[in-house]
């Protein structure tokens, strides 16, 4: 069981970096702030039109690990890319005991939607991103959907089949020497999408300097009885839609224990897989993946129509 835990503690740290973007020609949106709890938290708008994409980032990264998304899908949708307290331009927590967690993350999510008039927005979260957004739904009634990936609910314990097994246990270590880095970066993305002689993106490395090391060490100190809801039971009593997407060659996650999930809003009634994509499919399949959440939130306007 220890050696389980130290599995589920890394995907957190592990989960959701920033790397470079394959298009050097893609620019972020101006940063603007918005005041919740006495933190200035950064965030990014681009676009206009009835509905809001709201997306959240996960652990050690930044609302630029969307910067394909928030590219392609400003052209017909309201986008807002939101970072973390403690991540990328956001100020660190004043109280990181009850910040750092996903009680807390999901505590800013829904103010800062809140603040935005982003109620009603369709909330999509990467890894980390993703079990604060599960963590929010009881706040965000009026949100049209949710889409996540890199993100099996769980319960606490956590099922043992939820994540699959890592050599490495890293979770509460602010800091990483260059060897970890290279370790933990590599397991993010299919097996073969970063060259065994390629240097690191440089993006990531930016990301994890801004990071509080702080945030890893609090989140796993909070992986504990009442230190979350219980993701299962959000699922399985969830009205709004819900989309889970899964990289085929992840090397994180298991999807044998995702597809056993009662998930009765599931759209399409089963896990949408990307072949050629890992833990990270918005960067690694950046068209395939937002082909899917376009899909997926035209898809909701037809029901609500």
């Known amino acids: 069981m220890k050696k389980f835990y130290f599995s589920i503690m ?22 603007q702030t918005v005041e919740v709890e006495e933190l200035a938290i ?38 807002i890319a939101m970072d973390l307290p403690g991540h990328g331009l956001s100020d660190r ?26 109620m009603d927005a369709v909330f999509v979260g990467w890894s980390l991103g993703g079990h604060n957004i599960l963590e929010a739904v009881p706040n965000l009634p009026d949100a049209a959907g949710f889409f996540i990936f890199g993100t099996p ?12 097994p890592t050599e490495e246990f890293l979770a509460l270590i602010p800091e990483f020497t ?19 002689d390629d240097p690191l993106p440089p993006d990531f490395v930016e990301d994890v300097e801004l990071t509080d090391g702080t945030a890893r060490g609090e989140l796993g100190a909070s992986l504990a009885p009442d230190g979350y809801a219980d993701e299962v039971v959000i699922v399985a009593e969830m009205t709004q839609p819900l ?19 009662d ?7 089963e896990v949408q897989v990307i072949e050629d994509a890992g833990h990270s499919p918005h960067y690694e399949t950046p068209d395939e993946f937002t082909e899917l959440l376009v899909d997926f ?9």
Request: no cysteine.
């Open 178 to 196: 260059e060897e970890q880095t290279e370790t933990y970066i590599r397991l993010l993305f299919a097996p073969d999408f970063i060259g065994e």
């Open 243 to 261: 989309a889970v997407i899964h990289g085929a060659q992840e090397q994180l996650i298991n999807l044998e224990y995702i597809v056993e999930l």
């Open 93 to 118: 927590a004043i109280e990181p005991a009850t910040t750092y967690n996903f009680p807390g993350y999901a505590r800013v999510i829904v103010s800062v939607a809140e603040e935005l008039d982003a």
């Open 10 to 31: 890394i995907l957190f740290v592990l989960s959701a970096v920033t790397i470079f973007a394959h298009d050097d020609t893609l620019e972020m949106p101006e940063p």
């Open 263 to 269: 998930m009765p809003t599931l759209w399409r009634d």
């Open 297 to 305: 939130i035209e898809d909701i306007i037809e029901m609500d129509a």
């Open 42 to 79: 950064n965030y990014y708008e681009a676009g206009e039109g009835d509905t809001t994409i709201f997306l959240v980032h996960g652990n050690s990264s930044s609302a630029r690990s969307f910067i394909h998304q928030i590219a392609d899908l400003s052209e017909d949708y309201r986008v």
């Open 153 to 164: 609910p769980i319960a606490f314990p956590p099922g043992e089949t939820a994540f699959l």
